[in-house]
């Protein structure tokens, strides 16, 4: 089945230590996105990839960091930078359609929790 | 910059009652409008688009119709049932047609439907 994964569903970490979030996709799709949804929030953009070794800062990209080596997968690391990482991430995906608009695909997210 | 404002909740509502979630939006040019659909601990789930002016969207028996005049994109359901319960984001891509950046997010809206 296509889709996108995102591991683990719950993830711990100590203050202070950087963690790195896995998202991977088989749907073939160019451009990847990391957001981040607190309560009451909405979701907010991290960082967000349109192609292979590219990647552009989104609203919130203090203390994240992101890798694009490869089509199908695009990492978050929330480092020790970031000033309030509990949160839950969200990992999307998108490609041109037949329309020629483009259409995002969520994962099922990561919910870290910082103690 | 662009953003979206959705009416707070949560929306309680009885089943078999008529839905109204307003959304309304600021942004420049011609942006793509979406609703996506949240469950309890899940990713989000596109429930409808639309890419121009006087578009509408519908699936699943929800619609919404892109209004510039207004700048209004309300998500409607003429009969709703329990499983409608979850939370509902309103979104907005800057390129007509929806572009691979990334989407700006209302803060969602928390719909309760009662048996």
């Known amino acids: 089945d296509g889709g996108i994964t995102q591991s683990p569903k719950y993830l711990f970490r100590k203050e202070g230590q950087n963690v790195t979030l896995s998202c991977e996709q088989n749907?073939?799709?160019?451009?990847m996105y990391w957001y981040r949804q607190d309560p009451g929030q909405g979701l907010r953009l991290i960082y967000y990839?349109?192609?292979?070794?590219?990647?552009q800062k989104g609203d919130i990209a203090e203390g994240y960091s992101v890798s694009r080596e490869k089509k199908e997968s695009f990492p978050l690391t929330v480092t020790s930078a970031q000033k309030n990482p509990t949160a839950f991430y969200l990992c999307?995906?998108?490609?041109?359609?037949?329309?020629?608009?483009?259409?995002?695909?969520f994962g099922p997210g990561t919910r870290l929790t910082v103690l | 910059g662009d953003s979206v404002t959705q009416m707070e909740g949560p929306v309680t509502l009885s089943e078999e009652a008529f839905l109204t979630i307003n959304c309304t939006y600021t942004?420049?040019?011609?942006?793509?409008l979406f609703w996506y659909v949240q469950y309890p601990g899940e990713g989000l789930q596109l429930l409808l688009k639309?890419?121009?002016?006087?578009d509408k969207g519908s699936n699943k028996g929800f619609e919404a119709t892109y209004r510039k005049e207004t700048t209004s994109f309300h998500l409607e359901k003429g009969s709703v049932q329990v499983s409608d319960s979850a939370v509902y984001f309103c979104?907005?891509?800057?390129?007509?047609?929806?572009?691979?950046?990334?989407?700006?997010f209302g803060k969602g809206t928390h719909l309760i439907i009662q048996p």
């Open positions: 979104a907005l891509s800057p390129r007509p047609g929806g572009g691979a950046d990334g989407l700006t």
């Open positions: 990839s349109q192609i292979v070794n590219d990647f």
């Open positions: 942004a420049t040019g011609y942006p793509s």
């Open positions: 639309a890419t121009k002016a006087d």
């Open positions: 749907l073939n799709h160019d451009a």
């Open positions: 999307a995906s998108s490609s041109r359609g037949l329309s020629g608009g483009y259409e995002q695909f």
